[in-house]
């Protein structure tokens, strides 16, 4: 596969129209490797505007079971060109091979699933007491406008495109500045794979230059965001003029919370990779971790253990688990934390320092007995940093777990049923897990409470976010 470097608008790729262009960095080598092109103001409107056609002119009306067809046929070219699809991933973002890989087939996936979906996704009929008969229609809404990040760039692509256009959208795909590469891709294959063109639109560029051009355009009707909090505001603030909707999915900062009577060894060996997969740049990242005291010295002593063994290196490499982090700045930001807890006198059990050679690599870093107080407990990091604190008390642990202004995700370790439901209800977060540190499942709800979001992408609640309820009623005489 050739590296896609224009935007693909009307299904097929072209330059933008103000020549802009910008370099991608491989942060494994820091070498520059391709220039993409950057939409512009004009670029966007006519993108919006021929998909709003291609939407009224045929996607909107194609029978639902031809729709599914054509994303099944998406599914297959997707698998087809894995390969070529991971390798475009870990050269632009520097995700390890294995992760790129497994990611690829993840977006493969969410298309089977929402192919299949178009033809379960029933009404309701409601027996309403002024008899007749009435029912419930679900109905797209038009063009929807994606944002997606760079820290999973191509399933999160996929798991707002697929259930759109199931739903019988038109989409218009922007993807972060750092990853256009895999989006770039994915609107070329699926038109390939039968997709109408106008249908998917893919514009690459800069967000602060061109994401609010996309969301205030009068013909988008939804945007589907996933970034950080900051921006996710903003969005809302632009979307509410014309009451447009939106879904966001925004930051976390997870706890992971380890009871004594668990099989804490078993939780301690599997969770570094619930915190350093994507070197940490993960929004369901358990950064947070809680353990019950009297298990709290032999656990980290496990959890470090565990820690030092993780592969960090080229991406490249089957066996590595933790690559660079994205960019230079991203670095920069994840050391301004260690600094801080640095400055404060933290404990760090393990890693805080750059490795050497070339790349914009860290050391995964586990920081023990934070004070809940500090920057590094607070606020999310984006990068291979833990927080562990002990804990003596359930109900104050669970104050301080909901402390938080987020509330995405979250794993609890413990064999007592009674307490992993009792906790299970009471952590505020939109996604949890037991004995496991899952959290997305294509067929299941995956989304934030609080300050993590509204909306939820995934399972067949993404299919609801993407049309209008329609409550209908025919008088019976
Ligand atoms: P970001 O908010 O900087 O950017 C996300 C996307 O928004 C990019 O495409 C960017 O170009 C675009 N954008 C930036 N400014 C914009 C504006 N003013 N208007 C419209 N679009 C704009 O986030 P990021 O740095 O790419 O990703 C990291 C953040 O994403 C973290 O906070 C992470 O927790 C969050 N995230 C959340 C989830 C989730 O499902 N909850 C998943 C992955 C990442």
Same mark, same amino acid.
């Given at each position: ?50 998909? *709003? ?14 729709? @599914? ?28 091979? &294995? ?20 033809? %379960?996704?029933?009404? *309701? ?34 798991? %707002? ?40 639109? +893919? ?81 369901? &990242?358990?950064?947070?971790?809680? +353990? ?11 959890? +470090? ?17 933790? @690559?660079?982090?994205?960019? &230079? ?12 807890? %640095? ?15 070339? @790349? ?89 409470? %609080? ?27």
């Amino acid at each position: 596969m050739t590296i896609p470097n224009q935007i693909f608008v009307d299904g097929a790729f072209r330059n933008a129209c103000e020549g802009k262009r910008t370099s991608l960095t491989n942060p494994a080598t820091e070498a520059v490797f391709v220039e993409v092109a950057s939409a512009g103001p004009a670029d966007i409107n006519s993108a919006v505007e021929s998909a *709003q056609a291609a939407w009224e002119n045929g996607w909107r009306d194609l029978p639902p079971g031809k729709r @599914g067809e054509i994303l099944f046929n998406v599914a297959r070219v997707l698998r087809e060109n894995l390969e070529a699809l991971a390798q475009l991933e870990m050269q632009q973002i520097g995700k390890p091979i &294995a992760d790129a890989r497994d990611e690829i087939g993840l977006g493969a996936r969410v298309f089977e699933f929402y192919a299949g979906a178009v033809t %379960k996704f029933y009404g *309701q009929t409601i027996p309403v007491s002024r008899g007749g008969f009435d029912f419930t229609l679900r109905q797209p809404m038009g063009v929807v406008a994606c944002i997606v990040p760079w820290n999973f760039p191509f399933p999160i692509a996929c798991w %707002k495109t697929a259930p759109a256009l199931a739903a019988g959208n038109a989409v218009v795909l922007k993807p972060a500045s750092l990853s256009p590469l895999t989006a770039l891709a994915l609107g070329e294959l699926a038109h390939r794979a039968g997709l109408p063109a106008g249908v998917l639109q +893919v514009l690459p560029g800069a967000g602060s230059a061109m994401g609010e051009t996309l969301v205030t355009h009068r013909l988008v009707r939804k945007v589907s965001f996933t970034g950080s909090t900051s921006v996710g505001q903003r969005i809302m603030e632009l979307a509410s003029r014309d009451i447009k909707r939106v879904s966001l999915e925004l930051g976390g900062k997870s706890p992971n919370i380890v009871f004594a009577d668990a099989d804490w060894a078993r939780a301690a060996e599997s969770s570094p990779m619930s915190v350093f997969a994507n070197t940490g740049q993960d929004c369901c &990242a358990r950064s947070r971790m809680f +353990v019950e005291r009297s298990v709290y010295e032999p656990f980290l002593e496990k959890f +470090v253990a565990a820690t030092r063994k993780l592969v960090v290196g080229d991406p490249a490499s089957d066996q590595t688990q933790i @690559g660079p982090l994205v960019s &230079a700045g991203q670095r920069a930001t994840v050391e301004e934390f260690l600094a801080d807890a %640095k400055k404060k006198g933290t404990r760090f059990a393990c890693g805080g320092g750059r490795p050497a050679g070339k @790349g914009y690599y860290l050391e995964p870093t586990v920081l023990a007995d934070v004070p809940t107080g500090d920057r590094c407990w607070r606020e999310e990091i984006f990068g291979p940093v833990v927080c562990l604190v002990p804990f003596d008390d359930e109900a104050a642990m669970l104050r301080e777990v909901n402390a938080s202004p987020y509330g995405l995700s979250g794993s609890i370790w413990t064999n007592d049923l009674r307490r992993a439901l009792r906790v299970a209800r009471a952590v505020e977060s939109g996604v949890l897990s037991i004995n496991s540190h899952s959290s997305v499942h294509v067929e299941a709800p995956f989304g934030g409470f %609080k300050q993590s979001g509204v909306g939820r992408d995934l399972g067949m609640a993404a299919m609801e976010g993407y049309t209008e309820l329609k409550n209908v009623y025919i008088a019976e005489s």
